[in-house]
């Protein structure tokens, strides 16, 4: 089975994930999840085998006010650093280093063929390296002006085909698009 990578995250209609502090609170203020739509996410959420996130990212779902892991998937947390994984986590989350591509290849040869990509600059590394095959992108109808954005600086043009989009009764708009090569 081929290697795939996907990103499946919210933005603010300006392009920010999150506010320049990390915070989180426009993405559920103002109604945006009326009716407890999922957008996807479950289906997405089946289709990986695993989720692979930046140190920032996890550090930031460990402070959420969670019944329980959010993750049903294993996830690999990317540092050069030492991080510390909470007892109830450890045999449900891998620290990881190295480049994208030996990251992935390491995966896929212990069997996991499809990863979510999750966290700025952990998209943004994967990117570079060419190994994202498809992103879905949720607008949430709110800007806030400043933040950490999806993209940053990019070595080369990305090109995208844009596959669908499709418009939530609250107001979000969600986009797939597949890398131009992977068509």
Do not use: C
């Not at 996907?6 to 994930?17: C, R």
């Amino acid at each position: 089975m081929a290697v795939k990578s996907s990103v499946f995250i919210a933005t603010s209609l300006d392009g920010f994930i999150a506010r320049a502090d990390g915070d989180l609170d426009w993405l559920t203020e103002n109604g945006n999840n009326q009716g407890n739509e999922d957008y996807g996410y479950q289906k997405f959420i089946d289709s990986v085998d695993a989720v692979i996130m930046g140190r920032n990212t996890f550090e930031k779902v460990l402070t959420f006010s969670l019944e329980k892991w959010p993750y049903s998937k294993r996830v690999i947390a990317l540092t050069t650093h030492s991080l510390e994984i909470p007892d109830h986590l450890t045999d449900k989350v891998t620290v990881m280093s190295g480049s994208p591509r030996v990251i992935v290849d390491q995966l896929s040869r212990e069997g996991l063929n499809h990863f979510y990509i999750d966290g700025g600059k952990t998209i943004q590394s994967f990117l570079n390296a060419g190994l994202i095959n498809e992103m879905i992108i949720t607008r949430i109808p709110v800007i806030i002006g400043d933040g950490i954005p999806l993209f940053g600086p990019v070595e080369n043009d990305i090109r995208l085909k844009h596959i669908s989009t499709t418009s939530f009764k609250s107001g979000l708009v969600q986009s797939k698009y597949k890398m131009a090569g992977d068509i």
